[in-house]
């Protein structure tokens, strides 16, 4: 009986193999590289990030042969990349200048590519609905008027400035207190908190004030509009305690590692040539968040649309 | 013997104890808002600034240090080689091939052999089932990405864990060593190490395996150690007696009679490496991770809680095939045999075909499970949050607010002579002392008045863990069948990643501390629900219908036969509650609770804040250690 089975068994599994035809494994050769070498791209956790990085590793692909190795980090974690050499280049920086001093200027492991072409703004935000319903809002002084309408569980008797994303700087506390605003920063933690609160006010007339950014795939959902702030002047930011001023604009960067900078292959001048603008960007990036597009895909069809852009950062490669 | 516990008489401590609560009342309105040492979102203390230059002298000299060049590299070599030869194995193209050496039909059939072999027929059903799901979900790479990693961990976490913990079971010296490592291993929230580690051991598999296995290989060594203390000394002394060596006392007495509960402690390693998997994700960890991170950034809900699904099949194979192989069993020969030889026909097939060797299936379930998901959210953000927010406002006027305001407006030195007073009472001077130290050291970290608010969110949120763990768990401990059926669901709060869930209650909750209280209490009540239900199902059957038979009503038997009885359990899931809540401090942090949970996660992703972070993990560590201490004390009070 036992071995009866042991044979059926066998049997059947033979059967199987005489029965069944295919594709064999390795019947087709995959693509080679070429003498572009490997490419270790940090992708950084948000999706302007990633249209930058889509686009750059499609064109190093298809067009330098490179073998691209894309690798998801946060931001602090891939600028220490630059030193253990397992990361050739972040294409999209937010200022960063804690960041800058230690691996730009102390251990001289990282070098910046230049700008990205892309500005980055950071401010207070409010839902369309709002701006139009109550268009003084949008300046600053106009804000303690409002302050009772923002009030929530978590600010007690104050109007809440909801902030978000620890990833970036941010002055708000300080802003609150300099220019006396009846307000108490409330710390959402993330990006997601940040975008539920502001699509949740925009779809149920809520109240909601908070700190966001562009260029953000959110903003081609929902026109947030931007409060206007006391004015930047360089410097007006220096003392982190009295800061009473806007954000400054950003000019979006690119930083490579020294090593990677130093052998100065096709793929270090593809990403040196590399610019675009926020439109680009933009574009790129509603392919990926709303049309849901891989971002191969996606950076396939605005590289196929944009020949002569792509041409201009290759021509010089 | 009816034994129906009779209430011991108490008069003077809760007397005590009330007058305490009163004194602080009082002093609290005079003293409000005096001495309770702030510390703004952005300030940092001449401890955090010098943990700061320490990191970077750290990051500075990796190229030189030797410590770096000729033992960091070794380990990491070692863990590298071992999780890609895993992956090479059943995930990913290798050895030259565009696919891996074992296809899906290969692993499903070795996963299906070694389950019969192990757990049976019943528990080998479910795990071809269920890897089988995984395939057909469209996530059959990421999946296999993820078991490699998990299988790695858990592996080399047993391979340490298992000796450590006979050795912490034989030796009082050794465990009261372990014990507070073991402490600072579970509660050190993982964001404060995860960017250390990957310059410690560089981006990629090493550095992720050993985040996951920092986490998960505590539990292995707890309960080795707590299986081998719990065999009985008389056996122990029965072997000695007759001339038994210790070697042989341990591998012939103590090994086998804890072999029940040491396989218990493998399936809880395998549960927390599986909850690892996103926040490894970070780092670059291969697998679901990723693909859930990568969905929540457009916030995606689908997506995400397609591959959260995926995780929680694994973890529910895992853990049934686990569980099921604490027991004994012989498979007929020709079963075994004819077993393997399918087994090895699959295993070739998917080495040679392709269709065998990718997952490449017309009927595809992902889209519709993503879809489904995203319906249910969408309808559930639409239509709830009118009641949601309610209930979200009474909560935290009723019970947030004011117990915050008590714990982080009164000055500090109030607060931490109300908590040694208390501790006094519970556990006498022993416990004074653990939690004197305690709240000095909270005091030192610089960020006591954030402590105190995380508290306050802590002792909510397991207050909210006991209620739903009664409840449910005194349900499930009556009724099979509604154990049966509400297993799976607590098994998917366990690993499901939060984030999956977190989207929704952000839009029926807003970004509040009480939204960071309903995360953690979807993490922590599934524990606390299970620990109770098997505490209430312990309760000898013949006092149930012993005090059924004297006509009790089943009201009268829970609350006066089978709760009391099971107390021992009760006072074990609060403790494991409070546990597993601090641990899903970091998770307010990104929804809103502020406090300690956003200092790690700022710390994490700001350079100059990583001070800070460090000392807001120790922060909660030390909470964590002191609500430990306590409640374990207050258990020996009541169950003995």
């Known amino acids: 009986m036992a071995r009866h089975n042991v044979l059926g068994a066998v049997l059947v599994g033979a059967l199987a193999l005489a029965g069944c035809s295919g594709a064999k494994v390795g019947d087709s050769s995959s693509g080679a590289t070429g003498d572009c070498g490997t490419f270790n791209l940090a992708i950084n956790p948000w999706v302007g990030y990633e249209a930058n990085a889509a686009v750059l590793a499609y064109v190093a692909e298809k067009e330098l042969k490179c073998k691209v190795t894309k690798k998801e980090l946060k931001e602090e974690v891939a600028w220490q990349g630059f030193g253990t050499g397992e990361v050739d280049a972040v294409v999209e920086n937010w200022g960063h200048d804690d960041l800058r001093k230690k691996y730009i200027d102390e251990q001289k492991t990282a070098v910046s590519a230049g700008s990205t072409g892309v500005k980055g703004q950071i401010g207070w935000y409010v839902p369309p609905w709002l701006a139009k319903e109550h268009p003084d809002i949008l300046d600053w002084n106009n804000l303690n008027k409002y302050a009772d309408k923002f009030k929530t569980s978590e600010s007690g008797d104050k109007g809440q400035l909801l902030d978000g994303d620890p990833s970036f700087v941010t002055n708000d506390e300080a802003l609150v207190k300099n220019l006396n605003l009846n307000y108490k920063v409330v710390y959402g933690g993330s990006e997601t908190a940040l975008i539920q609160a502001f699509r949740q006010a925009e779809k149920d007339k809520k109240w909601v004030i908070g700190y966001f950014y562009s260029p953000q795939w959110l903003l081609n959902e929902i026109k947030l509009e931007k409060v206007k702030l006391p004015e930047y002047k360089a410097g007006c930011d220096a003392d982190t305690e009295k800061v009473a001023c806007d954000y400054p604009d950003y000019d979006l960067d690119k930083i490579v590692s020294k090593k990677f900078a130093d052998g100065n292959g096709p793929a270090f001048q593809l990403v040196k040539n590399f610019k675009w603008t926020n439109e680009d960007q933009n574009t790129v990036a509603k392919y990926i968040a709303e049309d849901k597009m891989k971002p191969e895909d996606a950076a396939k069809k605005w590289v196929e649309a944009n020949a002569d852009k792509v041409k201009a950062w290759t021509a010089k490669a | ?640």
């Open chain 2, 1 to 640: 013997m009816v034994a129906v516990a009779a209430p011991r008489q108490l008069p003077r401590k809760p007397l005590i104890l009330a007058g305490i609560v009163l004194a602080w009342l009082v002093l609290w309105l005079v003293f409000r808002n005096v001495g309770t040492l702030p510390l703004d979102a952005s300030a940092l203390t001449p401890l955090h600034r010098m943990i700061n230059e320490l990191n970077d002298a750290v990051g500075a000299s990796r190229n030189s240090n030797p410590l770096f060049l000729y033992f960091f590299n070794e380990i990491r070599l070692v863990i590298d080689e071992f999780v890609t030869f895993v992956q090479a194995l059943i995930a990913q193209p290798s050895f030259g091939r565009p696919v891996p050496v074992i296809g899906w039909l290969g692993v499903v059939a070795i996963a299906g052999f070694v389950s019969l072999v192990v757990a049976g027929w019943r528990v080998a059903l479910l795990a071809v089932a269920g890897f089988v799901f995984l395939g057909l979900q469209g996530l059959w790479q990421e999946s296999m990405d993820t078991l490699s990693l998990t299988l790695a961990a858990v592996v080399i976490s047993l391979l340490f864990g298992i000796p450590l913990g006979i050795w912490a079971g034989l030796s009082d010296r050794a465990n009261r060593v372990m014990q507070p490592v073991l402490d600072f291993m579970q509660t050190m929230p993982t964001f404060v190490y995860l960017a250390p580690l990957t310059l410690f051991f560089l981006i990629g598999p090493a550095s992720a395996t050993i985040a996951t296995l920092i986490y998960a290989a505590p539990p292995a060594i707890r309960i080795t150690a707590h299986a081998i203390r719990s065999v009985p000394h008389n056996t122990v002394e029965a072997s000695e007696s007759l001339g038994a060596t210790r070697k042989q006392t341990l591998l012939k007495v103590l090994l086998p009679s804890a072999r029940k509960t040491i396989v218990l402690g493998v399936n809880q390693t395998i549960m927390a490496a599986l909850s690892m998997v996103t926040i490894a994700a970070l780092i670059d960890a291969p697998g679901l991770g990723k693909t859930v991170v990568k969905a929540l950034q457009t916030l995606d809900v689908g997506t995400a809680f397609n591959a959260g699904l995926a995780i929680v099949v694994l973890a529910i194979v895992l853990d049934r095939v686990t569980t099921a192989a604490t027991e004994r069993r012989k498979l007929p020969r020709w079963a075994l045999f004819g077993g393997l030889g399918v087994t090895g026909v699959c295993v070739y097939l998917s080495y040679t075909y392709l269709w065998a060797a990718e997952f490449q299936s017309d009927v595809e379930i992902g889209s519709s499970i993503r879809q489904g998901a995203t319906a249910v959210t969408e309808w559930a953000q639409d239509t709830l949050p009118f009641i949601t927010g309610g209930f979200k406002d009474f909560v935290t006027f009723a019970l947030i607010n004011p117990l915050q305001a008590l714990l982080a407006e009164s000055p500090w030195f109030l607060v931490a002579l109300v908590i040694v007073a208390v501790s006094f009472l519970i556990g006498g001077v022993r416990s004074a002392i653990v939690s004197a130290v305690c709240l000095g050291l909270l005091v030192a970290t610089g960020l006591w008045q954030d402590s105190m608010i995380t508290l306050a969110s802590t002792l909510v949120a397991t207050i909210m863990v006991m209620i739903l763990g009664i409840v449910v768990g005194v349900w499930m401990g009556r009724s099979r069948r509604a154990d049966r059926f509400i297993r799976p669901i607590l098994d998917a709060g366990q690993v499901m990643p939060a984030f999956v869930y977190l989207v929704p209650f952000l839009a029926l909750f807003a970004a509040s501390r009480f939204t960071a209280i309903i995360a953690a209490v979807v993490f922590a009540a599934p524990v606390a629900i299970k620990i109770i239900a098997d505490g209430i199902r312990a309760v000898s059957p013949t006092t149930v219908e012993a005090s059924t038979a004297l006509g009790s009503s089943s009201w009268q038997t829970i609350v006066k036969v089978q709760l009391p009885m099971a107390r021992g359990a009760l006072t074990l899931a609060a403790n494991q509650g409070l546990i597993y809540v601090l641990s899903m401090v970091v998770v307010g942090g990104l929804v809103g609770a502020g406090a300690l949970g956003y200092d790690v996660v700022a710390g994490f992703s700001q350079g100059q804040l990583y001070g800070k972070g460090l000392a807001a993990g120790v922060a909660i560590v030390v909470l964590g250690v002191m609500l430990d201490r306590l409640t374990q004390a207050a258990a020996k009070r009541w169950t003995n």
